[in-house]
C-alpha cells in the first residue's frame, strides 16, 4: 500500500514539475559566449556612424539574449525589443521583433503576454511556421498550466475533507 501511495505522489510530483514531458522547450539555446560576442559586436556597431548596423547589432544580441538560458539575459532581451518595436515601422522587421517578444515572454512563463504578441506577429505574417509553432505551445503550456491548477485545487480539497473526515471520528 505504502508503495502505492508512493508511485501516485512520484507521478502527480514529476507532472507538477514538468518531469514527466519534458520541462525544457523545443526552441533552441544560447550560451554565453554568444551573448558576449553579440555584445561586443554592437559595442563595435556604436562607435561608428551606420545606423543600419547599429540595428542590426541589436537584433542579433536580442536574439541571444531571448534564446539564453538565464532569466536575467531573457529579461534583457525582452527590454530591448520593447524598446525597439515601438519605432519600428518595417512590416518584417516588427514581425520578428514580435516573435522573439513572443518567445522571450513564454520562456520567462508570460504565456498572457507571449501570446499576445504572437498573435500580433501572426498578423502581420498569417502563414509563418515559427509563430505558428510558438502559438501552439504557448496554448499548451496555457491549457497545462489550467490543469496543473484544476489538480492542486482539487488535491488541498481532498486533503481539507479527508482531515475532516479524521477529525469528525
Known amino acids: 500500500m505504502d508503495a502505492t501511495?508512493?508511485?501516485?505522489?512520484?507521478s502527480v510530483s514529476?507532472?507538477?514539475?514538468?518531469?514527466?514531458?519534458?520541462?525544457?522547450?523545443?526552441?533552441?539555446?544560447?550560451?554565453?559566449?554568444?551573448?558576449?560576442?553579440?555584445?561586443?559586436?554592437?559595442?563595435e556597431a556604436q562607435k561608428g556612424q551606420d545606423e543600419g548596423l547599429k540595428k542590426e547589432c541589436?537584433?542579433?544580441?536580442s536574439w541571444a539574449l531571448v534564446h539564453s538560458k538565464t532569466h536575467a539575459d531573457i529579461q534583457r532581451g525582452i527590454s530591448m525589443l520593447e524598446a525597439s518595436v515601438v519605432s519600428d515601422?518595417?512590416?518584417?522587421?516588427?514581425?520578428?521583433?514580435?516573435?522573439?517578444?513572443?518567445?522571450?515572454y513564454y520562456r520567462s512563463s508570460d504565456f498572457s503576454r507571449s501570446r499576445e504578441c504572437v498573435e500580433r506577429?501572426?498578423?502581420?505574417?498569417?502563414?509563418?511556421?515559427?509563430?505558428?509553432?510558438?502559438?501552439?505551445a504557448i496554448e499548451d503550456r496555457?491549457?497545462?498550466?489550467?490543469?496543473?491548477?484544476?489538480?492542486?485545487?482539487?488535491?488541498?480539497?481532498?486533503v481539507v475533507a479527508g482531515i475532516?473526515?479524521?477529525?469528525?471520528?
Open 5 to 10: 501511495i508512493g508511485k501516485v505522489f512520484d
Open 164 to 169: 475532516a473526515a479524521a477529525l469528525l471520528r
Open 58 to 61: 541589436i537584433m542579433r544580441l
Open 14 to 43: 514529476g507532472f507538477f514539475s514538468g518531469a514527466a514531458s519534458g520541462s525544457t522547450d523545443e526552441f533552441p539555446l544560447c550560451d554565453t559566449d554568444i551573448i558576449s560576442g553579440c555584445e561586443k559586436e554592437l559595442a
Open 89 to 104: 515601422t518595417s512590416p518584417m522587421n516588427l514581425r520578428e521583433k514580435l516573435y522573439l517578444l513572443a518567445l522571450g
Open 121 to 136: 506577429c501572426l498578423e502581420v505574417e498569417p502563414e509563418w511556421g515559427q509563430a505558428q509553432t510558438l502559438k501552439t
Open 142 to 158: 496555457i491549457v497545462k498550466d489550467g490543469v496543473i491548477g484544476v489538480g492542486i485545487a482539487v488535491t488541498a480539497v481532498g
